[in-house]
């Protein structure tokens, strides 16, 4: 089957995208308010763009016009102070992710509804997730927006603090992934409401060809 961007909705082509570019990787977002509320969401577009300096980018769609348009918390937070932090998902907190992207109303406590602690930040004002091994704080760059009838906005942000539990790191400070007790179970999102865990991994060396 073969179809252009015109033929579909941009219903469809959220569906057809989030299953055919996939397992995405999960940023799972801490921010505060301007009075320094904390707030906590997913997001799968996303991806680390640069290392010198380290850089995150994700990606955070409009409100839907039926749930009254306009941007998300994370988004107004980031603009507003300019921060956040961004956790690994793991498959131990599937339900956890996908539970802190239901839309609370402005005066509950995410973070108590869904049942997160939290530790403080080195850096910058956000919390960090207590049970997330790797945490990664940030400080917005710059945001670039996109698109009419369904707006999104890609947040660009230098790292400006590391953190890992010592346990899932190797000999080299990387971070190990798999199902061991020492490894992330990385959690990725496929289409719809399916998930992937990174249980099994394997090393692909350099091959003989090129010079
Ligand atoms: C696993 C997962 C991934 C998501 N990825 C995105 C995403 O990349 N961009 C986006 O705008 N919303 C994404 N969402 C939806 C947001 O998490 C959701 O709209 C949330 O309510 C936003 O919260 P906030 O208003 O506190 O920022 C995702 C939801 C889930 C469960």
Redesign the pocket.
Same mark, same amino acid.
């Given at each position: 089957m073969d179809w252009s961007p015109a033929d579909r909705s941009p219903g469809a082509h959220y569906h057809f995208l989030t299953s055919a570019v996939a397992p995405?990787p999960?940023?799972w %977002?801490t921010?505060v308010d301007g009075e320094g509320r904390a707030?906590?969401?997913?997001?799968? +577009?996303?991806q680390g763009v640069g290392s010198d300096p380290p850089m995150l980018m994700? *990606?955070?769609?409009?409100?839907p016009e039926r749930a009254g348009g306009g941007?998300?918390?994370?988004?107004?937070?980031i603009q507003e102070t300019g921060e956040f932090v961004v956790h690994v998902?793991t498959a131990q907190h599937a339900q956890q992710? %996908?539970d *802190?992207?239901?839309?609370?109303p402005p005066d509950v406590d995410?973070l108590e509804a869904v049942g997160l602690e939290t530790v403080p930040s080195h850096v910058v004002r956000p919390p960090r997730l207590a049970d997330s091994p790797v945490a990664m704080e940030c400080r917005l760059v710059e945001t670039h927006r996109f698109g009419q009838r369904v707006p %999104?906005t890609v947040v660009f942000g230098e790292v400006v603090h590391f953190h890992a539990d010592d346990a899932v790191l190797d000999k080299r400070g990387n971070v190990r992934a798999g199902a061991g007790p020492d490894a992330v179970r990385f959690?990725a999102?496929l289409g719809g409401h399916r +998930?992937a865990a990174v249980d099994e991994t394997f090393e692909v060396g350099p091959g003989s060809v090129g010079s």
């Open positions: 995405r999960i940023a %977002v921010t707030n906590c969401a997913p997001f799968s +577009y996303f994700l *990606s955070i769609s409009d409100r941007p998300k918390d994370t988004l107004r937070n998902a992710v %996908v *802190s992207a239901a839309p609370f995410e %999104v959690l999102r +998930y």
